[in-house]
C-alpha cells in the first residue's frame, strides 16, 4: 500500500481528480500504509549506545566527561520523504492546472503533518506523550493569542455594551487555560537522550505528568538500595552557543533523622542572608569551593567526608551545581557544556546514590 501511494499522488498532481478532499482521502490513504508497515517495525532498538562506547565495554569503567548518545529516529526515511513531496506537490499542482483550486494551498502543512503522524505511529509511548503534550502547548498557546486579540477588540470597541462582559469573561478564561495548557504541554515533555539513557542504564520510563508520582523526570530505577529518578535538558548547539545540559537527579530516601541539607558553590548569591536559615559547616578542603549548610553537623560530616573519597563526582569539572536534602527527597543537579552521555551519567548517578544512600 505504502507502494502503490506514490501512484496515487502522481494521478492527484494530474489532475485526474480535484478538490482537496482527494488530497485527504490520499493522506489517510497513506497513513493506512504506515500502519501497515508499523506492524513490522520493533519498538526496541531504537537507541544506539553512547558515542565514543567501545562495543562489549559494558564491563569497563567509563570515563567522567559527557560523551554524547545517538538516537536513532524512528520515522522510517520514506515518511520524510513524503511529507517533503506532499508540501511541494501542493504548489506543483496548483502551478500545474490551468484552473487550479484555490483551497488546495489550505493543504500545504499537509508535509508537516504527514511528518509529525509518522513520529507518532513509529514512535514509541513516549514519544506519543510528547507529541500529544506539544499539541496542548500549540492550542494553548492560540487560545493565550485569541485572548490577547479579544482584549485589544474590546479596547477598541469593536463589541457592543452588553457584549463586553461576556467576551471579557471568556477573553481571561482562555488566558489563564492557554498558560496552564502551555504549562503543562512544555514542563512534562520526556527528553529522548533522557528516555534513551535510562534504557541502557537498566531503568524504566517514568510515569511523568502533573498528577503522576514521578513528576517531570524522564527515567526512573533503583541504585544503591534508593529510588532514583533523573531528569535530562539536552540544548543543541546554536551558532556562538555550545551544546550544554542539565542533569537533576532525585534520590527517595527515608531520612530518618530528618536531616535538611543544602549545598551550593560559593558566589553572590550564596552570600545573600535570609537565602537560607540552616546554619552553615566547617568542612575539610576538599569542599571549600560550595557552602554547605545542615542542621544537624554530626549526622553529616561523615557521609560528605565519604562522598569525596574515590570517585568524585562533586566538582567543578563533573558540573556539580547544588544539593539539597529535605524531608524523602535528595536533589542534586548538574550542568555542563556539551552533549549528555550514557557513561556521564552512570557515573553521576552511582555517586549521588552513594551520597543518599547514607540518609537513607
Known amino acids: 500500500m505504502v507502494l502503490i501511494a ?3 499522488y502522481s494521478f492527484y498532481l494530474r489532475g485526474f481528480f480535484t478538490g482537496p478532499y482527494a488530497h485527504v482521502a490520499y493522506i489517510v490513504f497513506l497513513t493506512t500504509g504506515f500502519l501497515a508497515y508499523r506492524s513490522v517495525i ?64 489550505l493543504l500545504l502543512p499537509a508535509g508537516a503533518v504527514v511528518v509529525i503522524a509518522g513520529q507518532f505511529i513509529y514512535g ?8 500529544a503534550r506539544y499539541a496542548v502547548a500549540l492550542v494553548s498557546s492560540l487560545a493565550i493569542i485569541g485572548a490577547i486579540m479579544t482584549g485589544v477588540f474590546i479596547a477598541a470597541g469593536a463589541f ?67 529510588e532514583t529518578l533523573f531528569n535530562i535538558e539536552q540544548v543543541p548547539a546554536y551558532k556562538n552557543t555550545p551544546a550544554r545540559f542539565t542533569l537533576e537527579v532525585l534520590c527517595r530516601c527515608a ?3 530528618g536531616v535538611k541539607l543544602e549545598i551550593r558553590p560559593r558566589g553572590i548569591l550564596s552570600a545573600v542572608p535570609g537565602l537560607s536559615t540552616l546554619p552553615k559547616l566547617r568542612l575539610a578542603p576538599a569542599w571549600e569551593r560550595y557552602v554547605v549548610r545542615c542542621d544537624q553537623e554530626q549526622a553529616a560530616l561523615k557521609p560528605l567526608a565519604e562522598a569525596k573519597n574515590g570517585d568524585d563526582v562533586f566538582t567543578d569539572a563533573a558540573g556539580f551545581s547544588g544539593l539539597e536534602l529535605s524531608g524523602t527527597e535528595f536533589k542534586a543537579v548538574f550542568r555542563l557544556e556539551g552533549y549528555v552521555g550514557t557513561a556521564y551519567v552512570k557515573r553521576v548517578l552511582e555517586g549521588v546514590t552513594r551520597l543518599a544512600s547514607c540518609f537513607n
Open 160 to 226: 457592543d455594551p452588553p457584549q463586553i462582559k461576556t467576551y471579557a469573561g471568556l477573553a481571561v478564561a482562555a488566558f489563564f487555560a492557554g498558560c496552564a495548557g502551555a504549562y503543562y504541554g512544555l514542563k512534562y515533555q520526556q527528553s529522548q537522550e533522557g528516555v534513551a539513557i535510562g534504557r541502557e542504564l537498566g531503568f524504566s520510563d517514568a510515569d511523568s505528568g502533573p498528577t503522576a508520582a514521578d513528576g517531570f523526570y524522564d527515567s526512573k530505577g533503583r541504585l544503591n538500595g534508593v
Open 255 to 257: 531520612n530518618p533523622m
Open 124 to 131: 514509541d509511548s513516549v514519544c506519543r506523550r510528547n507529541i
Open 42 to 105: 520493533s519498538e526496541d532498538n531504537k537507541t544506539t549506545p553512547a558515542a565514543g562506547t567501545e562495543p562489549g565495554a559494558a564491563g569497563k569503567e567509563p570515563a567522567i566527561a559527557p560523551a554524547g548518545i545517538e538516537i536513532k529516529s524512528t520515522i522510517p526515511v520514506f515518511v520524510q520523504i513524503t511529507g517533503g513531496l506532499l508540501a511541494l506537490g501542493v504548489i506543483y499542482r496548483h502551478l500545474l492546472l490551468e484552473k487550479p483550486d484555490p483551497r488546495d494551498l
Open 6 to 8: 506514490p501512484l496515487v
